[in-house]
């Protein structure tokens, strides 16, 4: 059995999750019939709503299930840009950053490429953080032309946590609308929707221990963001598609769970988090632990290991069986140099050399105490395998 | 033996990959990314190189039970093999890029990577054979399936390469047991049709491909006398005993059909001629190297015999080797070889060497 320290990616179903999607599996209906059975099936769906909305601090009316982070990334951003766009043709400039996830920035650039959206992105500081300054400036500079800032609330790769509420602030001069794509911080940080400021915010269900293939876009009662499909407007008049009620409770028992252990386990992982990264720097002094010094989230570390390459180290850590990630590979399986530590301002070199090691609910003090073996196995082939 | 299995996602690398696993090796499959852009799906007779493939690939691994990656070549594939495949055209050579890419890539960048990730050897679906003279020397031999031969692709492995390389298809009689056996198998690749094209040329119109990297530059198209008889947009892409697509309105005096004989970087011409005068004799190239042990005694003539396409013919011929060069008398001629073309020397079934040519020479007309 391998050791799983890739949580980011996916983490494992928890028990809850499994029995609420079982027992849901066994209710026959379809939450739109006006029969008996359509009325239990969409009374399991209404109260999965709840428990969401309450683990995310959404009004129930904000919660649109949906398959996942991509669609609800996407749904916000081009849904947004469509609407604002529609009602002003000079409302077309989008604010983000480099460090997004892919899920952010192939829409955004879509946008560009094929509707004419204008695509500005804030500055990074060294640590990751954005700098407001430069969040302000542009905000300043083109005020009701932005139709849309969007930011995410934790990054994937490095952990850094976003201040969504200076961001939403900034914004609200302009009463600009910002997404925040919260995929990799739900569960993992206190997040309360309603006080953030966002008009919109993505929620993926796997991340948190539910099945892949469930999520949600929260979306203020306030905006109407253009639907990407259209059919019958089950979920808001916003999003189409017979309701998937049995994942949609799973993800509700899921978020529920995660969000009541989320102090305790913000601690726990913390401290297994900080003596991992002790010990890699005992064992490599010469890493570097990305972002240090920014507000990251607990659950993440992450490392650039100098004169080594990415697919190297997870090659030889997976042949130990341990199971670490690094940037996100190409469709094709390559993995290319991190264009989130690239965002930052690091090196392609260095962007190339990265390891993330990601902790989740599952996750022991022995699972580091074997990646620590297999990284004083692993880095010293790997800094041999790497071409000077 | 801990050994690294290419697998392109065709079916002779998928069975190669299959015998290795069946011969209590230690493998682990390795499919290499050569594009930063890949297609998607497979176009035309391209085998390798697009996403569909490397999922054939992998679907292949997972039957195997074995692990499997996708190991990014790109740039070093795109510095070793296709920037060189275009610097040869632009000069008026005619490049292999199959073997370039064995030379620099799977048998070098992957080997080497391979090595120093603690493996020992190198598997691939090649059709040829590696065995033991009687001093425990490696030799390279041609593959018992004559018909899907590869030893001449592979005729630029040295010793050292060789004593890291698999090629568990050498022995097999031919292309259709192979499928068989991938049937047998269960591998979804078995049916996969055979790649010919040059896996980085989607279309497989190598002039069409190379006008994005060379600009046109017009030029004259010549007969052996230096006389013009027409116009091209280009030299490059010209290909030394290409008939088609000269475009020269008219027919030649004795009514024959021309073919070009010989590509003038410097003075941008085409020279063009009649069949009879692409008749090869003589090969001479600088560039040479031994598959395996060297001749013996390298002061002395031997006779050999000459392959200069991966599945052309091969002629007897005398092989010298004087001033750092090596000199290849044919023994009978040799139709339309242009410099930049291999010419692989064989010793029976064994592959001695290899040599770039850089010059030939006709018994009818002087050559390039």
Known sequence: MSVFL?????????????????????VLGNPSSVHSQGRITRELLEVSRDELAKACGANRSEIIFNSGGTEGNNHAIKGIFWDRNAKDAECKIIISSRTEHHAVIDPIQWLAKNQNAVVLFVEHFANGM?????????????????????LMWV?????VVADINSVTEIASEFEIPVHSDAVAAFGHVPIDFQSSGLTAMTLSGHKVGAPIGVGALVVARSAKPI?????GGQERSLRSGTMNYSLAASFAAAAKEATLELEHETARLGALRDQLEAAVMDTVPSAIITAKGANRASYNAHFVFPGTQSDAMLFL????GVCVSAGSACQAGVLGPSHVLMGMGLSELEASACVRVTLGKTSTIQDVQLFLEALEQVHPVALQATPA | MRVLAAMSGGVDSAVAAA??????????????????????LRTGSRGCCTVEDSMDAQRAANKLGIPFYVWDFSERFKLDVVDDFVAEYRAGRTPNPCMRCNERIKFAALLERGLSLGFEAVCTGHYASISE?????????????????QSYVLGVLNTGQLSHSMFPLGATASKDLIRQEATERGLSVANKPDSYD???????DTREWLRDFVPTDPGKIVDSEGNQLGEHDGHVGFTIGQRKGLRIGTPAADRKRRYVLEIRPKTKEVVVGPEEALQISDLFGARYTWCGKAPDNLEQSFDCDVQVRAHGETVPAVVTIVDEEMRVELKEPLYGVAAGQTAVVYLSTRVLGQMTIDKTRSKVSTGA
């Open chain 1, 317 to 320: 850590f997976d042949q130990q």
């Open chain 2, 198 to 204: 040059i896996c980085f040329i989607p279309e497989g």
């Open chain 2, 133 to 149: 003279d009687g001093d425990g020397n490696l030799e390279l031999h041609r593959s018992l399936a004559m018909a899907k031969d």
């Open chain 1, 130 to 150: 954005v700098d407001m300054d430069s969040l302000k400036a542009l905000v300043k500079d083109h005020g009701q032309r932005i139709a849309l800032i969007s």
């Open chain 2, 19 to 40: 015998r290795a696993v069946e011969q209590g090796h230690d493998v682990i499959g390795v499919h290499l990314a050569l594009s930063r852009m890949p297609g998607t």
């Open chain 1, 155 to 159: 990054n994937n790769e490095t952990g």
């Open chain 1, 227 to 231: 639907s990407l499909v259209h059919g």
């Open chain 1, 6 to 26: 890739d949580h980011a990616s996916t983490t494992a179903l928890r028990p809850c999750a499994k029995s609420a999607l079982n027992d849901a599996l066994e």
